[in-house]
């Protein structure tokens, strides 16, 4: 995966698992490619950026948020649409982020609430612990 990841210019995460994301993390970091990070559950989703700027945080900064406790799709289920707004939204902050328009997502985390059908974008910390970008 190192050398599949050092050939490109932007990696999508679209996996299950936590552990998947973490790794996909470290080994963007490590080759400064890009990160668009997408992730839903139940009727949720959330979308973040990384380019990996001195002060932007990392995947690790948010997976730390909620530990590796984190249910998967498999065990808490997914409502598909959401899925489909996601992905769209990953594809959307993928072309902004390589064509260099508008302002992406780096450093932030937008969250899709299905049920009420709202988004919400929060400033994601860069964490001062983290160990995957701190130092």
Known sequence: MDTLISAHSLVMDCSDNVDTRNQLNRLCLKHKV???????????????????????????????????????????????????????????????????????LKGQVMIFDGIESRWMTMKLPKLPGCNECAG
């Open 34 to 104: 890009p990160l668009v990070s997408g992730a839903a559950i139940r009727f949720e989703g959330q979308v973040a950026v990384f380019t990996w700027e001195d002060d932007e945080p990392c995947y690790g900064c948010l997976s730390q948020l909620f530990g590796a406790q984190a249910l998967s799709c498999v065990e808490a289920g997914i409502m598909s649409p959401v899925v489909g707004i996601i992905g769209a939204t990953q594809a959307l902050e993928a072309i902004k982020v390589v064509a260099g328009m508008g302002n992406s």
